[in-house]
């Protein structure tokens, strides 16, 4: 009889051509997709001509998927220098999937960005924009030279960070050499209640594990409380595997992914995995939604988890919403409930984590659906709550060049949805940021300190057709 495995331990088998692996085996995999961005693209392409010459052709042209995002709004010439050197290689190679920021004419100073977030081939944050265009599917193995790729583990298939070495061989030949993770599982019980949000369930994850808790783990989210998430909100779990250590992050294939992935996805023929009963895990937790708090993680690591209650009196400077956790429509819509109505008492930045999601913040009502004539969008009430909303980008997620829009210039307290806080992951090297969810960042926002939501938010927040299909 076969011996039960993990769905992480089908996906690599069926890309090895085997029967079964084993958690610490070595094999060679095909790969499905490529994904690289503007900061680790011209390396890789550099790695790339080195290593295959420079007549080289990617194995596949249909396979390489190409979205800067990072330095995109900046006066800096080597920033711009970037997307010129992604030009010039999807025109010699004939990549099929590139998205190009269209508004840098390679002239000096700060690009003006897009007019209209629905007609520029520009996306916005690489793993926002993967699923959205259609590069995302279940059952297969997604590499990327940016270690939130284990974002589209939502979708239930293996996506991962690699080295732009790994990722120029990858090019080359479209294998990868992988060692079969071991599975850690992560069992969420009861229903997502209205002041939590996913980034409250990994912050309690990554609390309990530590930073390195996962390294070269797999971990499988799972559960009613992981069904009752919406697809958006999965993918902050997965986002966050890496701030754990993990290889990956993995959530099973139910209905909303089946939807989302038809609708949008080039490739009809995926295959959903599921674990068998019996597949075995190195770790496993319970967690119980109706009992876990609005959590953050202090400065300056991921795992130094706290209440939002017990961090009341930390005074802010900023806020910041944004980044590929926390820069999603169901985030932003989960940040317009809170703010409706009610004004800002610190700077809060804003930044759409693509440019459907910028367009979907003009188009939707805060309760997800298109706005009527008159109606508020939530751009509107943002704006109105005294928001400053910049265009798509990582933006100040990662800091960048100093004109970057968010920025943490001083030495400031900030409270933020990105993932990760380390010191001068935002900008300045002694600002303290704070990871929270949208609902914790926006209740902070209306008071200065750091808030636990429940003091703003008691109903269930609908987020209707927003981030669905
Ligand atoms: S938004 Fe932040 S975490 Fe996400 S890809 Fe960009 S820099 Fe990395």
New binding site residues.
Partial sequence: MARPMTMTEKIIAAHAGRADVRPGENVWVNVDILLT?DVCGPGTIGIFHEQFGRDAKVWDRERVVIIP??YIFTAEEKCHRNIQILRDFVREQGIRYYYDPDFIKNEPGMPSPYKDPTKTSYKG???KALPEEGHVRPGEILLGT???TCTAGAFGQIATGVGNTDAAFVLGTGKTWLKVPPTMKFTFHGEIPPYLTAKDLILAVIGDISVSGATYKAMYFTGEGIRSLTLEDRMTLT?MAIEAGGKSGICDVDEKTEAYVRARSNRPDWTVYTDDPGAEYCYEAEFDLGTLEPLVAKPHSPDNRDTAYNCRDVKLDRAYV????G?KITDMIFVAAVLQGKQVKIPTFVVP?STEVHADMLRLNVRGEPKANGEKSIYDILVDAGCQIGAS???A??GGPKDTFGRLNEPVNCIST???NFPGRMGHKDAGVYLASPLTVAASALTGYITDPREFVSEPIATGSAGTV
């Fill in positions: 961005h995002d990072h944050v690489c793993h940016d270690s939130h986002n944004g980044s590929c956790t820069g984590g980008s990582c933006a997620c990662l990105t993932n990760r």
